[in-house]
């Protein structure tokens, strides 16, 4: 299958899980990942700055209606929600959450956009923010990871995801769900 596009969502704590997940990924990572991390409204600037130093990829923060390039990372700004429509960014500022930037927007619109295409990766949770999202993900024939912190029953109740991986794999079978099968040839 040929995914088009990366989706990871954390909340506010999970900054460490982010650096870890960003450093895994390879400098010709194909494929575009958009996150979305909670933070306050009046969170100090330099979160963008700061994961640039743990991304071997370019990392911006994208603007309205800015094209998503492959082999790049975005980073929903501060007090926005960050959307996918079509293959571009649409900033919001609407309340479909109690958060901003909200997970599930994010994902919602990725899965809206790419269906079946597109890898959720759903991080640290601080509330359910990202649960329906992943979800949505799933039921458009997407695939889905779901960091494994919690117990298998715990899980469970929050998503059921393809991949329930320890943040220490997360990275690599981000890379592996991306590059084709090595062809093995019998002669």
């Not at 370019?58 to 990372?73: M, N, Q, T």
Request: net charge negative; glycine share 8%; hydrophobic share 40%.
């Amino acid at each position: 299958m040929g995914f088009e596009i990366v989706v990871i969502g954390t909340a506010a704590g999970g900054l460490k899980a982010l650096q870890t997940v960003l450093w895994g990924v390879q400098g010709d990572f194909p494929l575009p990942i958009v996150i979305a991390q909670h933070r306050r409204r009046d969170s100090e600037l330099g979160l963008c700055e700061f994961l640039r130093q743990h991304s071997r990829l370019p990392l911006s923060e994208p603007e309205d209606k800015e094209e998503i390039l492959p082999h790049h990372v975005y980073l929903a700004p501060r007090d926005y929600h960050l959307l996918i429509e079509g293959r571009s960014f649409a900033l919001s500022i609407d309340e479909p959450s109690a958060v901003r930037p909200s997970i599930d927007a994010l994902f919602e619109s990725a899965a809206d956009a790419y269906g079946r295409t597109v890898i959720g990766v759903l991080l640290t949770r601080g509330n359910r923010d990202g649960v329906r999202g992943l979800q949505t993900i799933k039921q458009r024939g997407g695939v889905t990871l779901l960091e494994a912190r919690e117990t298998p029953q715990r899980v469970t109740h929050f998503a059921e995801a393809d991949h329930l991986l320890p943040l220490s794999r997360m990275s690599q079978v981000l890379e592996n769900l991306t590059r084709p099968a090595p062809v093995h040839y019998v002669i």
